[in-house]
């Protein structure tokens, strides 16, 4: 289950963070959970608290899997100081998820607007940041999350050539907008977007994770806004054999019920596979 599940009751205060592998447990019965940085901000280099969390997750018998890393500077940023300073940036969550036994941190490729550029510059950054995160036995992943990072073809094309095992991607099904940051195409409004079935059977060969992004289901249950049965058979074609996250976004459903709706439909369509 991905935390950002439950981002609006996380950001109103209804719920605490510090619960949440106990609410992914107790209410949903999902015992593998992913983290967001943004919820912790004041607590990377915490390390005490993230003793305490691994603690709270190991008594109610959680695993964590990872940390998704947001607004910790662009990875793909020209300016060589800049980039340097994002990459440090992200330091504390590899020790943070080593600390919480996680296989990885997630992590934008985000940077300059003209593509060779980016390229050059997003190289230079991940391949400074898997070197880093491979001490720690730290896996660094690449979502698709929008603008150049939801161009399948081009970061394959980053990850081939850094050429490190611990460098690979966290296909999201929906986040494939080539023309607006994050990525999301839930309301029609992303100007250019990639094929998303082609995007995420492209990114699978490098997944050391999977995100089961929705947004909004039928009467009957089913998935309206891509093909579920699809995706899943891009998955298990791939022989991917991780977790695979539930990650509502959705805008009719209130998060609770949407989890247990993607849950529920995940279950269903898998079975049949």
């Not at 209410?27 to 004041?42: L, P, R, T």
């Not at 081939?160 to 409004?189: E, V, Y």
Request: charged share 25%; glycine share 8%; aromatic share 10%.
């Amino acid at each position: 289950m991905a935390q950002w599940s439950l981002h609006r009751a996380f950001e109103t205060g209804r719920l605490d963070p510090i619960d949440f592998a106990a609410i992914a447990k107790k209410e949903y019965q999902i015992e593998a959970v992913e983290y967001v940085n943004s919820f912790y901000k004041d607590k990377g280099s915490n390390e005490s608290f993230w003793q305490m969390m691994k603690m709270r997750s190991d008594e109610i018998g959680v695993k964590n899997l990872l940390i998704m890393v947001d607004d910790e500077g662009d990875l793909g940023d020209a300016d060589d100081q800049n980039r340097q300073t994002a990459v440090a940036n992200h330091y504390k969550w590899i020790h943070a998820a080593k600390t919480m036994e996680c296989h990885s941190i997630r992590v934008n490729a985000f940077g300059a607007d003209n593509s060779t550029i980016f390229k050059n510059a997003l190289t230079d950054g991940l391949t400074k940041l898997s070197t880093y995160a491979a001490q720690e036995n730290i896996n660094i992943l690449i979502e698709n999350h929008g603008l150049f990072s939801s161009n399948a073809p081009l970061i394959v094309e980053i990850i081939k050539a850094i050429n490190l095992p611990n460098l690979g991607t966290l296909p999201d099904f929906g986040n494939w907008c080539l023309s607006a940051k994050w990525g999301s195409t839930q309301d029609g409004s992303c100007l250019e977007s990639y094929d998303l079935y082609k995007g995420v059977e492209e990114f699978l060969p490098y997944a050391k994770g999977v995100s089961a992004k929705s947004y909004n289901f039928d009467k009957n249950g089913l998935h309206r806004n891509f093909d579920f049965q699809k995706m899943l058979t891009l998955v298990k074609n791939a022989h991917y054999d991780g977790h695979i996250g539930i990650e509502y976004e959705g805008t009719v459903l209130g998060e609770p019920e949407g989890i247990r709706a993607t849950k529920a439909h995940l279950e269903q369509v898998w079975s049949h596979l």
